[in-house]
Each structure stands twice: as C-alpha cells, then as structure tokens.
C-alpha cells in the first residue's frame, strides 16, 4: 500500500467527498425570520439535507462514500474492468443532480418562495462538483485498454 499512487484526482474527489457528508448535516434551508407562515419540515428554524429530505439524503451520503472506495481501490491496486475513477466522476455527477433538484427544484418548505438557500447546500453542490471533477480527473489518467478490430 503506497501513498505514490495517490494522484491530484483522487485526493480532490477524497476530499470532495468528506466535504459532502459534513455538508448534509449543515444548515441548507432557511425560512424568512419575516414570515410567520414559512417553515422547513415543521419548524421554523433553518433546515439540513438530512433533516429535511428523505430518500436523496441517502443517495447523496452514498455519493460522499463513493471517492473513499475510489482510494481504497487504487492503495490496495485492485484491478477493475473499467477506467479507474470513472465510475465516481459518475458517482459525482449525479450527486450535482441530486443536490440541485433538493435545492432548486423541490426545494422543501412552505411557502417556498420564503425558503432560502443556506451554506449546507452550497457546500454540497461544491462538494458534489469535486467528486465528479476528481473522478474525471482520475479517469483521464487511466489507459484504456485497446481492443483488437470487430470485438465488441
């Protein structure tokens, strides 16, 4: 297990990654203090992915997962029919999706007009953009193997 395998992908999407579960539990929803009738999820006081969002919060904890395995793919130097680092650019990508429908499409809380964005789901959209930028990047640097004419 050698830290030299380690690339500038990896650790942006590792990093990106941990960003992102730090960023579910942060305040990403909250309802104008002016408004006796705006509320996220019952109450009044700001709101967290978690706390606010039932099955996509799971699916973007797993996304935060998802660059974790990448570098405990590449220390052990496991071998994988696919690029290295595909699959979470992958991973990323529809964890962008997830965080911006959470967000700016079915954002939840009532009146939603009155319902602004927080630092949480700033930070996941960030978070979510460096996992599928460092598994991009990991991507890019994989040779792809050459198949000889007519194989599928």
Do not use: C, H
């Amino acid at each position: 297990m050698s830290r030299a395998k380690l690339g500038r992908g990896e650790v942006v999407a590792a990093v990106g990654g941990v960003l992102l579960a730090v960023a579910l539990f942060l305040p990403a929803y909250s309802p104008n203090a002016d408004n006796p009738n705006a509320v996220v999820d019952g109450s009044r006081d700001a709101a967290s992915i978690w706390q606010a969002n039932g099955l996509a919060r799971f699916v973007i904890l797993l996304a935060a997962v998802a660059p974790l395995i990448l570098l405990y793919i590449i220390l052990r130097d496991r071998e994988l029919s696919w690029p290295r680092g595909e699959l979470t650019a992958v991973v990323g990508l529809a964890a962008v999706t997830v965080v911006f429908y959470v967000g700016v499409i079915s954002r939840p809380g009532e009146p939603r007009s009155q319902i602004s964005l927080a630092v949480g789901w700033y930070l996941a959209m960030l978070s979510a953009l460096a996992v599928a930028a460092g598994g991009a990047m990991r991507s890019a640097e994989s040779e792809r193997r050459r198949k000889p004419p007519g194989v599928l």
